[in-house]
């Protein structure tokens, strides 16, 4: 036996013990392969491989092995491939003792933290792939020769922690394929992984300076200028590319170190002409990107993405063998008898041509890829002449010839079929396109074939059949659609009915047209397919639709009803929240001293008792709602300005205070500032003697009560000058402790 690969099954059916497996399946001694992988594998066990002799190729990729005994792979002498990825290894310690013909060791996206040549006593004398791609990874030490002809080595997904410590680079010697992709690694880390692999002085000249690396790929790094110097050390390079730079220029001499270059790919920078560089570069064959002197072998030459506004008829003379010609996306604006008789594809989308003329492809008998996309407006008659693919036939063939009612294409696949060929034919009763290539009837929607009474589309490559096309063909009769790939699914589903249901129209042998995908319907018939399936899918996302609208109807009314006050609160808060960072952001000063918040009304003690004590014995600026506010402006905009304009807000509390909104919107506006700036900026002035207990329903103002001091007014009527003299000081405490605050409009 050359191979056994143990059949694929679900967890529960999954082998978790090798030996055992192997005690089952007697007679492997010539065993050379065994792939074991997405198994419970947890440990290697001495002798799991007794009798496995001949064995040299091991898969236990994605299993859960955590520990491998020293003597597990003893028995596998002629080992040459072990693969152990996607495991839970946390070392590899003598777990390879003597394997001379190892070739590859796989240990990717384990839990390996440090990979070191002091884990392996005696040398992989032939190991020359070594893979450990993994998080995990923080050190890779070489410290002696173990891996004399090691080519490739990856290392990829290494974090900003990793270490590498090679001491010699002779070591790595033979390593010519470095992978580091995905890599965090900082550039000092770079610089010490490339000087240890060959010595250098650079990022660039490290990776140019390996003898084996023949291909380099610094697109996308922003190189306005390629100069003498930054390639100089690049000389084995067979392949560059510099694409996708800002670079707007290339010094003659940039490239002539690289005289083994054969493919070059320069596009998309802002080169305004063929740079000199590439010139008398005999060794190319490829060159993405007006000079072409000597450069026989050229097949293919990519120009575009740059700011070419002009090919003169010389320019390509010097390709002969130029088979692959793009020039997209540039500023060329006519065609000038440029483009040599070999080329097989053109790529001119995205210029500035508007105009084709007579002749302009003439010469260019083998092309059979043309674009032009974007920006030609007039083809004059006769501007593709030359092109074996448009001769026959030319959109205007039947331009003369509208009496023409029977037409037949066989074997026609040098051209696709468009309305606009059909659009004389308004007489044309009979029409047959057999073996040419065609996959769709969508041509005859816009060919005005009213008259069409007879049409066979057979041996092409349709697959679906489009509802529109039978709507433009009013006089159809007869249909054969016979040895087409035709798709069988809900694409179809239309055309399946109509065939088995229409009365009008002959669909002849439309029982033997079968399917062709997918490949669960392949060689079934077509009209075989359950039609009903399409529906139940509309169905269910009728229904899935109409239940998450009416859930959101609920729950919008839901929202509406219960919730509607805090959304509100929580608008107002929010509109506080950015009013107060624009004010401390502005740092501006306070208008006055103090809001008084009251409800209207208690307006009469407000300006017979407060207003007269306030401002006019003791000189404070007071901010009064119908005194004070702006008219015309938003009511909460208003409270909000008068609450952060003033050192202080004086609430004059009453039951009737405590039932209104804006008076509890105020308060909630103060306190918020109070929370948010903790400073002492809310006076309480109770105007009425109110329990604690009629004060539950109003739990932000009975929290107030409870952890703040306040004035009550009907304690001290017998002391009203007690009473006051306590608000000046209240008004006159600052911000801060110790700050002792003149009112804004006492008198020095």
């Known amino acids: 036996m050359a191979r056994l690969v143990p059949s694929k099954s679900d967890k529960k059916g999954a082998i978790s013990r090798i030996d055992l497996f192997i005690s089952n399946h007697r007679n492997l001694s010539g065993l050379n392969e065994l792939i074991m ?35 597990a792979f003893e028995p596998l002498k002629h080992l040459q491939e072990l693969y152990l990825s996607s495991n839970e290894l946390v070392q590899t310690r003598d777990t390879l003792l003597q394997h001379p013909f190892l070739l590859i060791l796989d240990l990717t996206d384990n839990q390996i933290p440090s990979f070191q040549s002091d884990d392996f006593p005696f040398p992989l004398l032939n190991l020359t792939d070594l893979k450990l791609m993994s998080k995990s990874l923080r050190r890779f030490s070489i410290l002696s020769d173990v891996f004399p002809h090691l080519k490739s080595l990856d290392l990829s997904e290494a974090g900003p922690e990793f270490e590498w410590d090679v001491s010699e680079k002779s070591f790595l010697k033979s390593l010519s ?33 390996i003898p084996a690396l023949k291909k380099l790929d610094i697109g996308a790094n922003g190189i306005s200028v390629l100069n003498d110097t930054l390639l100089q050390s690049c000389s084995n390079l067979t392949e560059l590319d510099i694409s996708k730079n800002s670079m707007a220029d290339m010094t003659e001499a940039s490239l002539q170190m690289l005289t083994r270059l054969t493919r070059l790919t320069i596009e998309d920078n802002r080169l305004s002409r063929v740079p000199l560089a590439i010139r008398n570069m005999t060794s190319l064959t490829y060159l993405s990107f007006e000079d072409f002197t000597n450069l026989y072998s050229l097949t293919v030459l990519n120009l575009s993405d740059n700011r070419i506004s002009q090919l003169s008829s010389c320019v ?40 084709l003329y007579k002749g302009a492809f003439e010469n260019m008998s083998s092309l059979i890829d043309l674009k032009l996309e974007t920006g030609v407006t007039i083809v004059q008659r006769g501007a593709f002449d030359g092109l074996y693919c448009c001769n026959s036939p030319r959109a205007d063939i039947f331009s003369n010839n509208n009496k023409i009612v029977n037409l037949h294409f066989t074997r026609c696949k040098d051209f696709s079929l468009d309305s606009e060929l059909f659009e004389p034919l308004t007489e044309l009763t009979v029409l047959e396109v057999t073996n040419c290539n065609a996959n769709s009837l969508d041509f005859l929607i816009h060919a005005n074939l009213t008259k069409l009474e007879k049409l066979i589309f057979k041996d092409n490559e349709l697959t679906v059949v489009n509802e529109i096309v039978f709507e433009a063909l009013p006089s159809l009769k007869y249909l054969d659609l016979s040895e087409n790939p035709f798709v069988c699914d809900c694409s179809n589903d239309w055309f399946i009915e109509w065939a088995i249901r229409n009365k009008q129209v002959q669909v002849a042998n439309a029982y033997q047209y079968r399917c062709s995908s997918p490949s669960s319907e392949e060689g079934r018939f077509l009209l075989d397919f359950n039609v009903r399936l399409c529906w139940e899918f509309t169905g269910f996302l009728y229904f899935i639709s109409s239940s998450a609208l009416v859930l959101l109807t609920l729950l919008s009314s839901f929202i509406f009803h219960f919730l509607r006050w805090q959304l509100v609160y929580g608008y107002y808060l929010l509109l506080a929240f950015l009013y107060d960072s624009k004010k401390r952001r502005q740092g501006c000063p306070h208008i006055y001293d103090a809001f008084v918040s009251y409800n ?20 404070w600026k007071l901010c009064l709602h119908h005194r004070d506010f702006i008219p015309g402006k938003a009511i909460i905009e208003n409270i909000t300005d008068a609450i952060y304009s003033s050192r202080k807000t004086l609430c004059v509390i009453s039951r009737r205070y405590l039932q209104s909104e804006w008076c509890s919107r105020e308060i909630q506006l103060a306190s918020f500032r109070l929370f948010d700036e903790h400073k002492d900026v809310l006076i309480l002035l109770f105007l009425e003697e109110i329990s604690s207990n009629q004060l539950i329903p109003f739990y932000r103002m009975r929290k107030l009560v409870k952890s703040r001091t306040y004035l009550s007014w009907t304690q001290a009527r017998s002391h009203k000058g007690l009473f006051w003299e306590k608000v000046r000081r209240a008004l006159e405490c600052g911000h801060e402790p110790g700050d002792n605050h003149n009112p804004l409009t006492a008198n020095a």
């Open 177 to 209: 394929s470095l992978y580091l992709f995905d890599t965090q690694l900082t550039l000092e880390e770079y610089m010490l992984i490339f000087q240890t692999v060959y010595s250098v002085e650079s990022l660039l000249d490290f990776a140019c300076g």
């Open 316 to 355: 390509l003379k010097e390709l002969p063998r130029l088979k692959v010609l793009n020039i997209q996306n540039n500023y060329i604006s006519q065609i000038n008898n440029a483009f040599s008789s070999s080329l097989v594809q053109l790529n001119m989308n995205d210029n500035k041509v508007q105009w």
């Open 37 to 71: 992988a997405d198994n419970n594998l947890k440990n290697l066990t001495d002798d799991m491989f007794k009798g496995l002799h001949n064995l040299s190729h091991l898969n236990l990729n994605r299993n859960q092995i955590a520990l491998i005994s020293k003597f």
């Open 600 to 619: 209207v009304h208690d307006e009469d003690w407000v300006y017979g008792e407060l207003l007269y004590e306030l401002e006019e014995r003791q000189g």
